[in-house]
């Protein structure tokens, strides 16, 4: 009878602590840092066996492959906007840039630095620069928000600028082709900047992407300040450096602001505050960077004209840009290779599947999905299942939408999607 006893107590004991564990667990932070072990252990075994530098994606349709030294160039555009209308419709002038003299030395003040949790460098990064103006959260609503599944490997800029519209009182702008001198202004106007760049060291496993807040400068050295989520806070880093790991990202940018500073922004901005120009100008910029760049850099300078021209709707032009960039992968050095770079920028899936290249679409989601150690990219899902759909297979296409909003409940385009197909007879 005694050993009865003891025996139900310890498997009370063992009950108990199994269900202390699993409650544990289902607290979000502890379930970040659980999966940040799981999750690393698992990509290296995976990218041990099948190296995911190795994996070349080579598009159906024929390109002509870029010369090393001196590619053809894409024609020009205009150096002034052809149109100014906003994307919602609602007229406005160009307002003219500002040309105030800044000071050689800028450093903002009043940042509550916060390392990120696994994986989580934009919401950590955005919390840093709400902090600025006097927000008290930090990165947590922002990943609650932006990305539901704690695997998700990126959040695209429009879902930080969705949560600073949606849940606070800031104002927010974004956009591309973006430069030092930008970057200064706004600086010494009091407003820190976001920007997304290409992020690779020792302790990393390849070149991925990485958003910081850049908050100072100097022209003596040349060096910016940055608040780094992964690193620490008042990380240095040269202009000639940030520039050429922001070129991964077309030079994207992020400003928040007090509401009442909106002329100001726009001021700042100058003819960029026109969407439609500042695609343009950045398209111009890569097409210039095309012809004077080689090797990896050359390769971003190919997919920022993609993604530039796919923004102004230019798909095929933007098709045969993104065609360069992945001719030219191969010959890149395998240590160097961005492979990462379908997590975070979707323009070539928009290129080739609006003209018409469902193939395309479909091989190039499934070699990105095969190539990671979990396969979590929704739009990847997403596209693949437009591309499936196109070419009749709508069963694929189901699945595809269903693993999409497996791995991030809510996704809008895969949702109503698939509520069209599951309502069609």
Known sequence: MKQIKSFRLYLIILVAMLVGLFTAYRLRSIQQRVDWRINDLTGRVKYAISPPEKVVFIPQEKAVVPSQTAPSRSPTFSSVPTSTIAATGTPFSVPTQTTTPIPDRVMLTGFRHEYQTWNNCGPATLGIALSFWGWDGDQQPITAFTKPNSRDKNVMPYELVAFIEEETQFGVV???????????????????????????????EGWMGHYVLVTGYSDADERFTVQDSFYGPD?????????????????????????????????????????????????????????????????????????????????????????????????????????????????????????????DVIDLATKTLEAMSQPVLEESYYWRALARLALGDSQGAIKDLRSSLEYHPGFEPSTTRLQQLESTP
């Open 174 to 204: 974004s956009g591309v082709g973006g430069d030092v001198e930008l970057l200064k202004r706004f600086l010494a106007s009091g407003m820190p900047v976001i920007i997304e760049k290409g992020f690779e060291g020792p302790k990393l």
């Open 235 to 359: 990380q240095v880093m040269t202009y000639a450096d940030l520039e050429s790991y922001w070129r991964a990202f077309n030079f994207a940018f992020l400003v928040v602001y007090l509401a009442d500073r909106k002329e100001d922004v726009e001021s700042l901005l100058g003819p960029l505050v026109d969407e439609e120009y500042s695609y343009q100008s950045a398209a111009e910029t890569a097409s210039n960077e095309i012809y004077l760049l080689t090797g990896r850099d050359q390769f971003f300078a190919w997919f920022n004209q993609g993604s530039s021209l796919m923004r102004l709707q230019d798909y095929g032009g933007a098709a045969q840009a993104y065609d360069q960039a992945f001719l030219l992968y191969p010959s890149l050095p395998e240590k160097g290779r961005p492979w990462r770079m379908m997590w975070y920028q979707t323009g070539p899936y928009w290129a080739y599947y609006y003209t018409g290249r469902y193939q």
